[in-house]
């Protein structure tokens, strides 16, 4: 079935540093990618999306690339502040198939 | 606000009575997933509701545990019998279309089982 690996945690960080989670899957066909940020006590929110091969998602400074030939999807951020201090989880999903999320990787930056 | 709507946020149960957890959904979105979720733990899939349909239920356990999602109303995850080990943060998710699309969350429900 398909499946998510992401790098264990945590990562800790500080402010302005450079940010690499990286994110690797395994499916059969073509399925979108996500990323997804949790903050304390909060559900889950959509960071980013790429739904096809080379697509790059974008949103808040963060930046993820679909890559089908090393199968990643690593999530990136040139400079980090303390108020990206979560856990980021990367998750697959695919049409007549249950979305997979990683384990999820908590991020702290410090001051 | 428009996003999915979870009710209550913290549930404290005692062992042996039921939970029912509510999950309303974005406008205009008819499906519905639940989730669970253990401390420090990522999420594990439970079960995939259209209006009054069951798509998927085989991430739920097959005793205690009941989903639903009526034509009028919100989304219901029922467990009867809580134990300890229920003790958990459900998160509801709900999205335009099928599963290959964004599922939006909802900010979940806390279970606690005394």
């Known amino acids: 079935g398909n499946s998510v690996t992401q790098m264990e945690g945590p990562v800790t960080l500080s402010e302005e540093a450079f940010l690499t989670i990286n994110c690797t899957y395994t499916?059969?066909?073509?399925?979108?990618l996500f990323w997804y940020v949790q903050y304390p006590g909060e559900g889950l929110q959509l960071l980013l999306k790429?739904?096809?091969?080379?697509d790059k998602g974008s949103n808040k400074g963060f930046e993820a690339t679909y890559r089908k030939e090393t199968t990643s999807f690593h999530l990136e951020k040139g400079s980090v502040q303390v108020s990206d201090s979560a856990v980021y989880f990367c998750a697959l999903g695919a049409r007549g198939q249950n979305f997979v999320f990683g384990p999820g990787t908590r991020l702290s930056v410090l001051p | 606000n428009a996003g999915v709507m979870q009710n209550p946020r913290h549930l404290v149960r005692r062992r042996g009575q039921e939970a029912r957890l509510r999950c309303s959904p974005m406008?205009?979105?008819?499906?519905v997933y639940w989730y669970r979720q253990l401390p420090e733990e990522g999420l594990k899939f439970m079960v995939y509701l259209q209006k009054e349909n069951i798509i998927d239920e085989s991430g739920m356990p097959k005793e205690r545990f009941s989903a639903e999602f009526p034509k009028e109303g919100p989304s219901i995850l029922r467990i009867q019998q809580v134990v300890r080990g229920d003790s958990a943060a459900y998160f509801c998710a709900s999205s335009p279309g099928g599963r290959d699309q964004p599922q939006h969350f909802g900010d979940g429900t806390r279970l606690s089982i005394l």
């Open positions: 790429a739904t096809k091969a080379d």
């Open positions: 499916a059969t066909g073509y399925p979108s």
């Open positions: 406008k205009g979105h008819s499906h």
